[in-house]
């Protein structure tokens, strides 16, 4: 096996310890575009134990769920991209390494950078590419990605990957990275939209819980309604001959495998792991939370069916 190599920056800008999230009535705005209209109107004070902006959080089980999520959808989502023997790709955080070890596999001969926030993170992922990639080859860089420590035009092609939803300025964050490409590189970005999950049987207390996510991300600097947003984010920092494609999961009983997947493991889990901070930010009771959750997991019952759509782009530096 060969040794993945590490280099590590010294500087990053988000907090990886316990922060406290003061958030005011922008959101109202979130529910307007979440298609919902019951946003509280007081100020929303909360504590959570992740690093600011990844609404998420780190734990074991969100380490399950990015795996199992990558997993299921891995054809979805790199289908069509190909990085051809000796291209420098830069994977822009890259997390607990979920989608990393499906980069790797499918373009072999690529010499990959890999660079995240979260130092534990990228432990994880280094020894998930030691146990699922063996002797691939690997530069990961601990740091932030408004400060990339390469100088201009060190790559051919850039992959983000469930990034921007996390960032409170995704126009800085892609102007950064538009820096570090070079002319004629490609760059893809993928990201979900949760106001595109349809699912029966319908629910109005489930589908309060997942605006009950799209809320607190919001609060916690974030969009997780940014896949329809691609198209002009890129445009404006710089890009040309931006694409945006929709790639839509659809389960149902005739599709175990994304019924297990993606709507329990992915989706389900998703919502579910912001129950305390929604309690905490007085948004709901733990009554009311629990019956979307149960309800939302209905859906992966006999007789229902799930929808939701991913927006993946690709744009080249001029």
């Not at 054809?75 to 069509?80: I, N, P, Q, R, V």
């Amino acid at each position: 096996m060969t040794t993945t190599t590490t280099t590590t920056t010294t500087t990053t800008t988000m907090a990886t310890t316990t922060a406290t999230t003061t958030a005011t009535t922008d959101m109202t705005a979130a529910a307007d575009r979440a298609g919902t209209t019951d946003a509280p109107t007081d100020t929303l004070e909360y504590t959570t134990g992740c690093a600011s902006g990844y609404v998420h959080g780190y734990s074991e089980a969100e380490a399950r769920r990015l795996g199992d999520q990558a997993n299921t959808l891995a054809e979805l989502l790199h289908a069509g991209t190909a990085y051809p023997p000796g291209s420098r790709v830069l994977e822009v955080g890259c997390g607990v390494g979920a989608q990393t070890v499906h980069l790797l596999g499918s373009n072999p001969g690529m010499h990959l950078t890999a660079i995240d926030v979260s130092a534990d993170s990228l432990a994880q992922a280094r020894a998930r590419v030691a146990a699922l990639a063996p002797g691939a080859q690997v530069d990961w860089h601990h740091g932030d990605l408004h400060r990339l420590p390469f100088v201009d035009g060190s790559f051919d092609h850039l992959f983000v990957c469930f990034v921007l939803e996390h960032l409170a300025d995704p126009p800085a964050a892609l102007t950064a990275l538009h820096r570090v490409l070079k002319p004629g590189g490609t760059i893809t970005v993928v990201e979900g939209d949760h106001g595109s999950a349809f699912f029966h049987p319908e629910s109005a207390a489930a589908r309060a819980t997942v605006d009950h996510l799209v809320r607190l991300q919001t609060h916690a600097g974030g969009d997780s309604l940014i896949g329809r947003r691609l198209h002009p984010l890129l445009t404006e920092a710089g890009f040309r001959d931006v694409t945006v494609r929709p790639r839509t999961v659809y389960a149902d009983g005739s599709r175990p495998e994304l019924v297990e997947g993606f709507t329990r493991r992915t989706f389900v889990a998703m919502v579910e792991s912001v129950r305390a901070e929604a309690l905490a930010a007085g948004l709901t009771t733990a009554e009311a939370f629990d019956r979307g959750i149960a309800d939302l997991r209905r859906t992966a019952g006999e007789g229902g069916t799930f929808h939701y759509t991913f927006f993946k782009a690709s744009a080249v530096r001029p």
